[in-house]
């Protein structure tokens, strides 16, 4: 024996070099017997990824609209149902008249701002706030295929906006609160008119002072936040925005839709439509409504699982379920059949260690081996 082979006699091989040299004695062996070797038989294998991979995107792209698009709308139907009955209340509430609170001649000094138009018109509202959203959660579907992101995506922005266009309509009624702009509303030539009681006589158009008694809460600003609120939490979710890595260009896309939703709502102030209450409620209602409507069908930003709705992780806990249970009968019966043929190697050798020894200690006795050659 060389003297510059006593480094493998007293096991002086690094840890790095002794891995690389199971590992290619590994595929040798898988190549001649075709085995499969995991990490119960080989312990230096890290399984941890392998799970985290297992367990994470494996099946992005198996489960489409058109393949599972059908079970998964039916599957909440009642839940389309109950949106279908929300548009239904949205409607009758902007057509009942508001609540018609008493204005004197005293309370018209906080309300003689000038009538103007909308700087955001009311059309933009759902292009913004739905649409916008929508084309996003397509960009999505079409990147990664998964209807459940997508179906739960669309199901939780419509539950957003549409509950909060019930709670901003059922107030704004209940309220009637006055616009800024309420006196040119109610008497456009600027001659005001009071009845004994010294309450208000409009003379001006009917619908305009009907939407002049609806100010508290904002509705632009509250389907704002409904809406794009429900957005920023979903982006920060797809690109996990809380990952502890601090990339702070991810904050700004999460912040985007966010801006975007109180620069309405500072317009409306700016029009003199709302009062800044109004607004501040408005957002406030909607962000809260947006949190809850998500909360239901994804994880929290934050989670380590935000990337995807939980009805995607329950459909691969219920598809790994069904794939342990022949998995593991599999592998009872192949541990039955390594011990019998270890049991009948026992007899015809002497020792009988060649089939436990790879199965139970590999390392040592490829240490053994090397211990002989030297």
Partial sequence: ?????????????????????????????????GAHFSSVNFPLIDTKNEEEFRTGEIQLGSHTVSSHGYAVVRTHKHDWLILL??????????II????????KDMM??????LKSNTVPVWAVPIYALLLPLVIFLVVYFRRRDVYDLHHAVLGLLFSTLVTAVITGAIKNAVGRPRPDFFWRCFPDGKDIYDKWGDVICHGDKNVIKEGHKSF???????????????????????????????????????LPLLFASLVGIS????????????????LIGLVVATFSYLQFFPPPYHSEGWGPYAYFRMLEESRATTQVP????SGQTRLTEVQV???????????????????????TLDDIESRRS
């Fill in 217 to 255: 809460p904002s509705g632009h600003t509250s389907w704002s936040f409904a809406g794009l609120g429900f957005l920023s939490m979903y982006l920060s979710g797809k690109i996990k925005a809380f990952d502890h890595r601090g990339h702070v260009a991810k904050l700004c896309i999460v912040f």
């Fill in 97 to 104: 008249h508001p609540f018609h609170r008493f204005v004197g």
């Fill in 327 to 330: 998995n593991v009968q599999n």
């Fill in 342 to 364: 270890e049991s009948q190697e026992g007899h015809h050798n002497g020792h009988g260690c060649l089939g436990l020894s790879l199965s139970r200690e590999p390392v040592s």
């Fill in 268 to 283: 409306r102030v700016d029009d003199y439509w709302h009062h800044w209450q109004d607004v501040f409620a408005g957002g």
């Fill in 1 to 33: 024996m060389a003297w510059w082979d006593f480094r493998a006699l007293f096991r002086f091989q690094s840890v790095r070099t002794r891995f690389q040299d199971l590992s290619s004695r590994r595929l040798g062996i898988s190549a001649v017997t």
């Fill in 109 to 114: 000094t906080d309300l003689k701002y000038p």
């Fill in 85 to 94: 009955f929300l548009m239904l209340i949205v409607i009758i509430l902007n």
